[in-house]
């Protein structure tokens, strides 16, 4: 599996993609939450994420972020990677984190209103 270091990343330019299962108080700055059930159930999988560049994954399953980045990779999204070391690695690393946020809707699912 691809994967992609904390010090490669730049959260104003790199999609940071939060799938996990269960998400804690805190995340890496900027990170978009998504429930990874939905993500690997869409088909097709549209997100409002670049097709041409890096996006890292993370989340509190090794198993689950390698199925969500091989699906990103099968629906177009080729750069998408899982972040080494996960947001514990991040942490470690000095990076920042913030509060997390509301864990947004995969297009076309129901109840998403998009």
Not at 5 to 29: H, L, N, S, Y
Not at 43 to 48: A, G, I, Q, S, T
């Amino acid at each position: 599996m691809k994967t992609i270091r904390p010090d490669e990343i730049d959260t104003t330019t790199t999609p940071v993609v939060d799938v996990r299962m269960r998400p804690g108080r805190k995340q890496i700055r900027g990170a978009i939450h998504y429930d990874p059930k939905h993500v690997l159930e869409a088909d097709p999988l549209v997100l409002p994420l670049p097709h041409d560049a890096p996006i890292a994954v993370y989340g509190d399953s090794q198993n689950v972020v390698a199925a969500v980045v091989d699906k990103l990779q099968r629906s177009g999204y080729v750069g998408a990677a899982s972040l080494d070391g996960g947001i514990e690695g991040w942490n470690d690393a000095g990076l920042p984190l913030e509060d997390a946020t509301q864990e947004q809707p995969v297009p076309g699912e129901a109840q998403a209103g998009i």
